[in-house]
């Protein structure tokens, strides 16, 4: 059974930084896509970043510029570098991953994210 292990949510102020963490079991490589969304109270899950095929990024609108994804192969980790948080963006953090051949995506438990003064 593929697992993923989230780490790095936390509280920060608004302006501040931090860096999420996403690992998984399965290899990085037979994995198409992976990356992460988000969900704030009341609202939708909406997809924050996305990297597929290892080559192609993807990024929510409202993070452009503040969120870098970058992976890690030999540790089979993607990392999400949060700058300059805003209160909006506020909300659990869920990695994910969809398989290369199955098409299977698989989520993580979910990691909070507060951005409050």
């Known amino acids: 059974q593929v697992h993923l292990v989230e780490s790095g949510g936390g509280l920060v102020q608004p302006g501040g930084s931090l860096r999420l963490s996403c690992a998984t079991s399965?290899?990085?490589?037979?994995?198409?896509?992976m990356g992460w969304y988000r969900q704030a109270p009341g609202k939708e899950r909406e997809l924050v970043a996305t990297i597929r095929s290892g080559v192609y990024i993807n990024y929510l609108a409202a993070v452009r510029g503040r969120f870098a994804i970058s992976r890690a192969p030999a540790m089979n980790t993607v990392d999400l570098q949060m700058n300059n948080l805003q209160p909006e963006d506020t909300a659990v953090y869920y990695c994910?991953?969809?398989?290369?051949?199955?098409?299977?995506?698989?989520w993580g438990q979910g990691t909070q994210v507060t951005v409050s003064s």
């Open positions: 399965r290899s990085i490589f037979s994995i198409y896509a």
């Open positions: 994910y991953h969809q398989g290369a051949r199955d098409g299977i995506i698989v």
